[in-house]
């Protein structure tokens, strides 16, 4: 009998089920609901990646959403105008729920699945990159901002689960502020939250920041030298006192400049080399290194982004994280 050789995998996870179509109403919301595909096609390109070195997840199950969310919660689903409240497209109200579960819900819970699945396979190998996921502003009694489904919630509470992790950090650089799970989490010791957000903009939930350990609040249109050396700034303090066993890592790109809802003015790469921290690609290099250097495994999620260049710049992002050896692929049976 031949020897089976064990396969490169990179520890990237989407499927294209992940990308949200509805019948062309998608496009009444400012979000590419469709940037998943278009990150995955130009790494595809740059990568290499297929369908067989990935990793592919399942839709998430009811039972596994009954984890974290209320059974109360996941019926209201089923009625199309708390829905088209989520997802902040009103005219969603006058469509059957099961046109809602098939074109909105059903990727969503896709996405939740691969945020999972990415938690689990940044346990075991140190670090891996859900595509999508990282709907933030969803707890396990409510939605909103696009958000259905409590994802992080999820992963933190299937981190805790294990033996050998007492502490999961969250490091939210959405330009919004992450309530969902901060609400789910409030009190929890075992959760350190670091959020930088815009404090201007949505959600403004006063009663959610109470869950976080380290805040940075953001004015509007804030340049790259004063964001990142912000974001340096509350990493390293936030390491002084904890060092967490798993780390979160909530990736917004709705912090470039031009975009319409976050209201940040951080641009991909910034060119001036007097700056040693600058832009979106090296916002998350730092975030990385900092995970590499001291030995904790990470989960990457891409979560917001509202500009028309998003797509491009998390691929980007994530084929400089390859070039600086930060995530290369693995081998498996």
Known sequence: MAEKKPKECWPIVYRKEYNVTFFGLEHLHPFDSKKWAHIYKILKNTLGLNQSNIYVPDEITEDELLTIHSDKYLKSLKWSYVAARISEIPVVILFPNYLVQRQYLRPIRFQVGGTRLAGKIARKEGVAINLGGGFHHSSKDRGGGFCPYADIS???????????????????????????????????????????????????????????????????????????????????????????????????????????????????????SQILVKGVIQRDEMVFKLAQQNNIPLVMLTSGGYHKSTANIIAASLQNLVQQGLVKPSQVE
């Open 154 to 272: 999820l992963v933190v509470n299937d981190a805790l689960q294990e033996n050998d992790c007492k502490l999961v950090m969250i490091i939210d650089l959405d330009a919004h502020q992450g309530n969902g799970y901060e609400r789910d989490f409030i009190g929890n010791s075992k959760v350190f939250i670091i959020d930088v957000f815009n404090k201007n903009i949505y959600p403004k939930d006063t009663y959610a920041e109470t869950a976080i350990s380290k805040a940075v609040k953001l004015d509007y249109f804030i340049q790259d030298y004063e964001y990142l050396t912000s974001v340096e700034s509350a990493l390293i303090e936030s390491f002084v006192k904890v060092k967490p066993d798993f780390i979160i890592y909530n990736a917004g790109t709705d912090i470039l400049k031009g975009d319409k809802l976050g209201l940040l003015s951080i641009t991909p790469e910034a060119s001036n």
